[in-house]
């Protein structure tokens, strides 16, 4: 069972020179596939072989005098309660809208987010909530001042702001997924690991995880470095009724600690001591009422209750289960100007680190965070 968190916060996050006593334990329960650096003259000025940033106003930088008290629970309100579900702002006349699978994944063209009301956004909040993810191609967002891009993301709830990401200066409430040009780190990584692939939902082990979630591209390989995404409320309802009952009523840990660890031991930064929480392993969607799985490998690491083997044997079931769902798996490519909006309660996804050329690829993500995750009854 994973340590509690009163007693590894102050050692672990903390001393780094400490990490290496858990080398193969807890810590390794986190897979870490982020360069450690960059060169930010060559990122800015570009060379021969790569061209500059699109976007270096949203180059990552990592403030260590930046750092936060624990967050406090907030009341949320999930705008998607109050949409029409008919979807006259997004399913408009001149949206062309393709389902990538029957249960998870569309495509939208021709709507622009960054001019959607109120009433669009409740809409869209609850669009994404059905289809899980959904991309929006040919979007202005990226152009929009960081400023502006933060307000339309500040209605789907309160802003997180990440304990360990690179974040464009004085944006903090940015998180941004960067491999420069020419990046080679990832082929250490494969050294020791046959895939980059590493399931997970945001930042689980908060108390109130995120909801509706953009994650919006600036640069782009010409290909490779999809992200694919996985629908937990489908994989909730593959499992037999009798095993849903297993189920309901356990709860699941979700630790901070390991990802804030890795930062550490690379030198970078913490912005926040590390938590562990508690969900309920099934979860209900407040708008849609559908439960799904809230267990992912990144940041779960027992359930409640249960001895070592019993927890492990079920949660190495579920993510097995999910991770060979190729049936309810969607995989969304990036093109300029694309912003892919998932519901973070009823997703899983994963980066796709599968690109041999060296070329940047760049993206930032606006993380509200939702309501506290609640189980409601089996039904049967
Ligand atoms: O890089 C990606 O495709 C996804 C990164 C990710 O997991 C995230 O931004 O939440
Ligand atoms: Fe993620």
Redesign the pocket.
């Known amino acids: 069972m994973a340590p509690s968190a009163t007693e590894t916060v102050a050692e672990l996050a903390v001393d780094a020179s400490k990490l290496k006593l858990y080398a193969g334990g807890v810590e390794s329960a986190y897979k870490e596939l982020s360069p450690v650096a960059y060169s930010k003259d060559l990122e800015e000025v570009g060379t021969d072989e790569y061209a500059a940033a699109k976007y270096p106003n949203y180059l990552p930088t990592w403030n260590k005098e930046q750092t936060y008290p624990p967050l406090q629970p907030f009341e949320h309100y999930d705008h998607g309660k109050d949409a029409d579900t008919t979807f006259p702002n997004i399913l408009t006349k001149d949206a062309k809208v393709t389902h990538l699978t029957p249960t998870i994944g569309t495509e939208i063209d021709g709507i622009q987010l960054s001019k959607l009301t109120d009433a669009g956004k409740d809409e869209l909040a609850r669009y994404v909530a059905e289809r899980k993810v959904v991309a929006f191609r040919n979007q202005d967002f990226a152009d929009l001042p960081i400023s502006e891009a933060l307000k339309f993301g500040g209605y789907f709830g309160r802003h997180h702001i990440h304990p360990t990401s690179g974040s464009p200066a004085g944006h903090p409430e940015i998180?941004l997924?960067h491999r420069g040009a020419g990046d080679k780190s990832h082929e250490t990584f494969f050294k020791n690991r046959v895939s980059s692939v590493?399931w997970?939902s945001?930042v689980t082990y908060e108390q109130q995880p995120p909801g509706t979630?953009f994650?919006y591209i600036l640069d782009n390989p010409e290909t490779g470095?999809?992200?694919?995404f996985a629908n937990t409320a489908e994989a909730y309802n593959r499992l037999s009724p009798s095993f849903q009952r297993i189920l309901h009523g356990l709860k699941a840990t979700h630790s901070g600690i390991e990802q804030i660890n890795a930062s550490v031991k690379k030198g970078s930064i913490k912005r926040r001591e590390p938590t562990v929480t508690e969900h309920p392993i099934v979860r209900t969607h407040p708008v849609t009422g559908e439960k799904s799985l809230f267990i992912n490998p990144q940041f779960t690491r027992d359930i409640v209750g249960l001895k070592k083997e019993e927890s492990d044997a079920i949660l190495n079931f579920l993510y097995e289960h999910i991770a060979w769902g190729a049936d309810f798996h969607a995989r969304v490519k990036?093109q300029a100007g694309s912003v892919v909006v998932w519901d973070n309660r009823t997703v899983q996804?994963?980066?796709?680190v599968d690109w041999k050329t060296g070329q940047r690829?760049h993206?930032a993500?606006i993380?509200p965070q939702a309501e506290r995750p609640y189980e409601t009854p089996f039904e049967g």
Do not use: F, Q, S
């Open positions: 998180h997924v590493a997970h945001d979630t994650l470095g999809d992200t694919l990036w996804h994963t980066a796709i690829r993206l993500r993380t």
